[in-house]
């Protein structure tokens, strides 16, 4: 595989560490609890939107070589969050924090140990 250029290896950075973010903020929480706190509702909200955000700016010829991750799914995700802002289904964005995130976790860690561990440092 080709390496990544630079700033795309920092946007994929940015969405792993957004992605794991998401992730922390609802570990240990169910659905219900998850409705009932708009802290969490908004910081997971927030941290989807940044990972919406640096996927879509990743350079085509690194969307193109890496088909199997949904850049066009996580940047739709972004734009219903944040155009969409009044109608967000909560439910929806849950599920994301269980099955969507972790999936996208472990693609991007892929993609980054791919790399090279001299070249970059990989987020707690």
Same mark, same amino acid.
């Given at each position: 595989?080709?390496?990544?250029?630079? +700033?795309? $290896?920092?946007? %994929?950075?940015?969405?792993?560490?957004?992605?794991? !973010? *998401? =992730?922390?903020?609802?570990?240990?929480?169910?659905?219900?609890?998850?409705?009932?706190?708009?802290?969490?509702?908004?910081?997971?909200? +927030?941290? $989807?939107?940044? %990972?919406?955000?640096?996927?879509?700016?990743?350079? !085509? *010829? =690194?969307?193109?070589?890496?088909?199997?991750?949904?850049?066009?799914?996580?940047?739709?995700?972004?734009?219903?969050?944040?155009?969409?802002?009044?109608?967000?289904?909560?439910?929806?964005?849950?599920?994301?924090?269980?099955?969507?995130?972790?999936?996208?976790?472990?693609?991007?860690?892929?993609?980054?140990?791919?790399?090279?561990?001299?070249?970059?440092?990989?987020?707690?």
């Amino acid at each position: 595989m080709a390496d990544l250029p630079d +700033r795309d $290896v920092a946007l %994929v950075l940015d969405m792993l560490s957004a992605a794991r !973010d *998401a =992730t922390d903020f609802v570990r240990g929480m169910d659905l219900d609890g998850f409705r009932a706190s708009r802290l969490h509702q908004n910081a997971v909200i +927030r941290s $989807v939107e940044v %990972v919406g955000e640096a996927a879509g700016r990743v350079s !085509d *010829a =690194t969307v193109a070589a890496h088909p199997d991750i949904p850049w066009r799914s996580i940047t739709g995700m972004r734009h219903r969050l944040i155009h969409g802002y009044a109608d967000v289904d909560i439910d929806l964005v849950w599920s994301v924090t269980q099955h969507q995130l972790p999936e996208l976790i472990a693609l991007l860690d892929a993609l980054i140990s791919t790399e090279g561990p001299e070249d970059i440092q990989k987020p707690d």
